[in-house]
């Protein structure tokens, strides 16, 4: 079945440590996107990407990087400089403007 | 600035009744609209979409929306609630000022729907 696979499920960072999200998509769609879910703040756009090689900073970038460098992967790395990272992150892909999104299941980061 | 609205951080309702989990937005141009649930630590799924056509649209698990342009309102409605719609319920509307062709949606804060028994 297509989808979109986001690993680790949970994910422990400590005070000074770089981590990343994996992303993988089989659905063969060009846009990706990392959002951030807080608790009662819907979700912000950190990065998107419609094409290899190529990415955008959303709404909150700081402290976050990502690489496309093939198709189906999107990985986000939350560096040492993002202050609060616990909260739970979401990969989602689109095929086109007439489409929502395809969500994966998300990782909940949590710094300890 | 484009934006969505859900007013109510919660909407409690019993088992059986209608329920309804109000959106409004504000966008420039025709809106596309969504609804997306989310159960707890899991990823957001699709349940309707309006892009065009007629203002009542249907979507998965028996839900439906309205789409009021006068009211610039995306309502979410089920005419029987089941204990199992208990999440949280998220309305979205695409970005139309977004450059470079991405479709870049606008999340509401989300609202959590309780069903009691």
């Known amino acids: 079945d297509g989808g979109i696979t986001q690993s680790p499920k949970y994910l422990f960072r400590k005070e000074g440590q770089n981590v990343t999200l994996s992303c993988e998509q089989n659905l063969n769609h060009d846009a990706m996107y990392w959002y951030r879910q807080d608790p009662g703040q819907g979700l912000r756009l950190i990065y998107y990407?419609?094409?290899?090689?190529?990415?955008q900073k959303g709404d909150i970038a700081e402290g976050y990087s990502v690489s496309r460098e093939k198709k189906e992967s999107f990985p986000l790395t939350v560096t040492s400089a993002q202050k609060n990272p616990t909260a739970f992150y979401l990969c989602a892909s689109s095929p086109d403007l007439l489409y929502g999104y395809t969500f994966g299941s998300g990782t909940r980061l949590t710094v300890v | 600035a484009q934006s969505v609205a859900q007013p109510e951080d919660q909407v409690n309702v019993a088992e059986g009744n209608p329920l309804t989990v109000k959106c409004t937005y504000s966008?420039?141009?025709?809106?596309?609209l969504f609804w997306y649930v989310q159960y707890p630590n899991r990823g957001l799924q699709f349940l309707l979409k309006?892009?065009?056509?007629?203002?009542l649209v249907k979507g998965s698990y028996g839900f439906e929306a309205e789409f009021n342009k006068s009211q610039t309102s995306f309502h979410l409605k089920k005419p029987s609630a089941l204990v199992s719609d208990s999440a949280l319920y998220f309305c979205a509307v695409r970005d139309s000022l977004f450059s470079g062709g991405y479709n870049k949606l606008i999340f509401g804060a989300g609202t959590r729907l309780a069903v009691h028994p």
């Open positions: 990407s419609q094409i290899v090689n190529d990415f």
């Open positions: 966008v420039s141009g025709n809106p596309y």
């Open positions: 309006y892009i065009t056509g007629d203002n």
